[in-house]
């Protein structure tokens, strides 16, 4: 049998290795303040070849339902997964010429 030595995961114990994110925590550079916070490409993956996934954390208090911002894509698509909590969230269909219709 062999023993080995257990240790605390950190972002800086973990580099010889590879890259590691606490996604509902993380302890990187944000944007914005509360009620919304976001950590932008907290962590990428190379899937081969040009494409690489970004994985970033929102994170986004309790507030009144009334949207004072929004955006867009138009060269990436985005996913979205609650961690810790039920989300409402609004959306609209692609539209041609990069215009947004607010209905």
Do not use: W
């Amino acid at each position: 049998m062999r023993s080995v030595k257990v240790e605390n995961l950190t972002v800086e114990s973990f580099l010889p290795f590879g890259n590691f994110c606490r996604l509902v925590d993380p302890e990187s550079e944000k944007l914005g303040a509360p009620p919304v916070e976001f950590y932008r490409d907290a962590v990428q993956q190379d899937l081969g070849g040009a494409t690489i996934a970004s994985f970033s954390t929102c994170r986004v208090e309790k507030r009144d339902f009334t949207i004072g911002v929004s955006e867009y894509h138009t060269k990436c698509g985005e996913g979205i997964m609650p961690l810790d909590n039920d989300i409402l969230i609004h959306v609209g269909p692609a539209t041609p010429n990069n215009t947004v219709p607010p209905a």
